[in-house]
């Protein structure tokens, strides 16, 4: 169901769940700090009450003054928090007590017996007529002679308080914070409505509809795509409609529509290039044809791709269809406008194809996606071809693939040595029928081997001296880090990456089965 939203409504869910995210996160955190903090402080005053007290107590004790050490726990017990103070000798003995409802005498248990081992104050959480409190004990030195206790209880209750106002504190914050958030996610809709408009447009037209007109608000960059997509579908609908009267009326005035077709594609050319003058904007709705998630079953994924001018011809796609998964790859030759336009059309005829007959093989992809390819490219008089190998994945690790790509690098963890796999078939774009020339190939991924899939920019990429990256270094880099996730696998090569001169479009997919 979650494929079948816009574009606009994936980004925003994703920025709500980013957003709220954080904020559960920061209310836990926030919580747990100010929690160990207040108990902290009460343990702190604990220690400090019966340090002092037992220093009180230490000469009163031995000189046998108990009204004053029973004044002096009357004192303390003015505070709401302490709820009793006791004096017990070393045999267990309760000598004075606050608390007159509790025992006269208690059995000196192991933690009294940790108390005499630290000669130390120690303290412990227990619950007291169903009521948590910290209890504190303390030792009485005389003469290096531990000869009996101080115990101090003390009530949790204003921990509890405190702690509740805090943590209202905390979620108000995190409410307010959370409208913020919404507020975003309504401007950010709003800022994404122009290129939803520009998508139902070009539907129209795909649909037949050449004299579908947008609607233009917008002074921005969308709003001058908008006036030439207008302008270029009005002059369709008119070389349309000529074209139909003119064939209709007369046959013999073929020379004449054959001029007035050539003045045409001048005019569609021109319109080409001021729709994609702006190559900034072209790199926009071609990064929206790539996959937002990249998702199989049982594997763990990492992927990217970096144009080497504002619109590149690499192209890589993770799909997921009728429960049918493909993984695809390529390369057209070149990079800029055209390329990009090649990229874009191949994707296209792929999804297609695979939305309409997504059991179809390998080979018959490849060879209807050629089918189209060499028709347009023909069309756009431009000499262009695309490297290009699609897999589907079977079960038990099990791929069946076909084209021609770089190797396929495949790091076996039973080895920890990369296996280079063969890609073999016909590039796309050159011949009109390629079926005779794409074999059906298989591999087998194994539980923690991976698969690295690449083009040609990685190992074509170069130092100032003229270092070629190359094969050899990427395979000893996918070697070195074979073990590791696919995350980190791609982030050691990009990074190893950064001293070289891309001339080329980047794309590294890394594949690491997990289950």
Not at 463 to 482: A, C, K, T
Request: contains cysteine.
């Amino acid at each position: 169901m979650f494929n079948r939203l816009s574009i606009k409504f994936k980004l925003i869910a994703a920025f709500l769940f980013m957003v709220f995210t954080v904020i559960a996160v920061f209310t836990m955190f926030f919580y747990t700090h100010e929690r160990t903090m207040i108990r902290n402080e009460m343990i702190k005053r604990g220690n400090d009450v019966i340090k002092t007290f037992t220093q009180m107590t230490v000469t009163l004790f031995f000189s046998m003054d108990y009204i004053t050490i029973a004044d002096n726990a009357g004192e303390l017990v003015k505070d709401s928090d302490i709820v009793s103070v006791s004096v017990i000798d070393d045999r267990g003995k309760i000598l004075i007590n606050t608390d007159q409802e509790g025992p006269r005498e208690i059995s000196l248990e192991s933690f009294f017996q940790d108390v005499m081992a630290s000669r130390g104050i120690q303290y412990r959480e227990l619950r007291l007529k169903g009521h948590p409190v910290l209890e504190f004990v303390g030792p009485i030195i005389y003469f290096n002679k531990i000869a009996g206790f101080t115990r101090i209880r003390i009530s949790l209750h204003s921990f509890e308080e405190q702690l509740l106002n805090r943590l209202f504190r905390i979620v108000l914050l995190a409410g307010v914070m959370s409208i913020f958030a919404l507020v975003l996610a309504v401007l950010l809709l709003r800022l994404l409505n122009p290129l939803k408009t520009l998508v139902l447009g070009t539907q129209e037209i795909t649909g037949g509809n050449l004299g579908y007109q947008i609607p233009v608000r917008a002074q921005d960059e969308i709003g001058e795509l908008a006036r030439h997509f207008n302008w270029m579908s009005s002059r369709l609908r008119s070389y349309a409609d000529t074209m139909e009267q003119k064939v209709a009326a007369r046959t013999e005035a073929l020379e004449k529509v054959n001029a007035q077709l050539r003045q045409a594609k001048e005019q569609l050319i021109e319109t080409k290039d001021a729709l994609w003058g702006e190559m900034q904007l072209a790199k926009k709705i071609q990064t929206v044809l790539l996959p937002k998630r990249s998702l199989l079953r049982g594997y763990d994924i990492a992927v990217s791709l970096e144009p080497a001018e504002e619109v590149g011809g690499d192209y890589y796609d993770i799909i997921s269809v009728a429960g049918y998964e493909w993984v695809v790859i390529g390369d057209v030759s070149g990079h800029g406008v055209a390329s990009g336009l090649v990229m874009m059309m191949v994707q296209t005829a792929i999804h297609t194809v695979l939305n309409s007959h997504p059991e179809t093989s390998p080979p018959e992809l490849l060879c209807a996606v050629n089918h189209t390819i060499y028709n347009n490219i023909q069309l756009m008089d431009e000499e262009k071809h695309m490297t290009i190998v699609v897999m589907t994945l079977g079960k038990d690790g099990g791929f069946t693939f076909s084209g021609l790509h770089e190797d396929i690098l495949m790091w076996r963890r039973s080895t920890g040595k990369v296996e280079n796999i063969e890609t073999d078939g016909m590039w796309v774009g050159i011949e009109p029928d390629i079926s005779d020339m794409l074999p059906v190939k298989h591999l087998k991924m194994n539980i923690g081997d991976c698969m690295v899939l690449f083009t040609d920019g990685i190992t074509e990429a170069r130092r100032n001296n003229g270092d070629f990256f190359g094969d050899h270094r990427l395979v000893s880099m996918v070697e070195e880090s074979g073990s590791l996730s696919a995350a980190q696998i791609h982030r050691n090569i990009m990074d190893a990456l950064i001293p070289y001169n891309k001339l080329d479009d980047v794309t590294l997919l890394v594949i690491k089965r997990t289950g």
